[in-house]
């Protein structure tokens, strides 16, 4: 059976909301998810998962406790499963994330920037 080809960048096309990944694809239990960010995210961590940050088009900063990383287009970084860690882009940056289904973006916390999970584009 042939499966419909996703088109990333287009995919981006269809939101703008900021902090809000949707879900293009999924592959086993993991979801493919896409988000566009701005600013500060919270600090918060995944007690029971890492979590895969895939830059698609711009820049942004994972800040942990004990430091950060800058990714650039093209970039990709594992947090691992409880690092505590707050997201950054101080313009508009597009990634990409893939987590196990149900996954949270918020971690274990409730907040504005909760986003309602498994919602597909």
Known sequence: MVQKKINIKKKFK???EHWSP???AEMND?????A???GDFIWHSHDDTDEVFIVIEGTMKIEFRDGSIELKEGEMYVVPKGT???PH???ECKIMLVEP???VNTGELTTELTAENDVWL
């Open 14 to 16: 269809d939101f703008f």
């Open 36 to 38: 566009r960010v701005k």
């Open 89 to 91: 882009a101080n313009e």
């Open 84 to 86: 505590e860690h707050r």
């Open 22 to 24: 949707k879900i293009i």
């Open 101 to 103: 289904r149900g996954v």
């Open 30 to 34: 993991y979801q493919f998810k896409l």
